[in-house]
């Protein structure tokens, strides 16, 4: 069974940085994409940023140049740096892994972000 845990969400002041890390534990094949994407109540959930098995990224435009995403393929891990949040970064960030050639889709349980003074 896959289970993915998030840590490193909190609240932090405009101009700041976080860093989320996402550990992917179970069976999921080496050919996948892991991602974050965020949720604020009442808007669907976007992509911020994902990342392939081979090194390959892609970021929503709100966050190009501030954040980026890393993953440790030996630990099963992803990481998201985030640098000079804005109060519009205030969201739910979910971890995400999808299975290329599988049906595997998998998501973790959410992790707060809150940027306010």
């Known amino acids: 069974q896959v289970q993915l845990v998030e840590s490193g969400g909190g609240l932090v002041q405009p101009g700041g940085s976080l860093r989320l890390s996402c550990a992917a534990s179970g069976s999921i094949s080496r050919i996948n994409v892991m991602g974050w994407h965020r949720q604020v109540p009442g808007k669907e959930r976007e992509l911020v940023g994902r990342i392939t098995s081979n090194g390959s990224t892609k970021y929503a435009d709100s966050v190009k140049g501030r954040f980026t995403i890393s993953r440790d393929n030996a630990k099963n891990t992803v990481y998201l740096q985030m640098n000079s949040l804005k109060p519009d970064d205030t969201a739910v960030y979910y971890c995400?892994?999808?299975?290329?050639?599988?049906?595997?889709?998998?998501w973790g349980q959410g992790t707060q972000v809150t940027v306010s003074s």
């Open positions: 995400n892994v999808l299975e290329v050639f599988e049906a595997g889709n998998y």
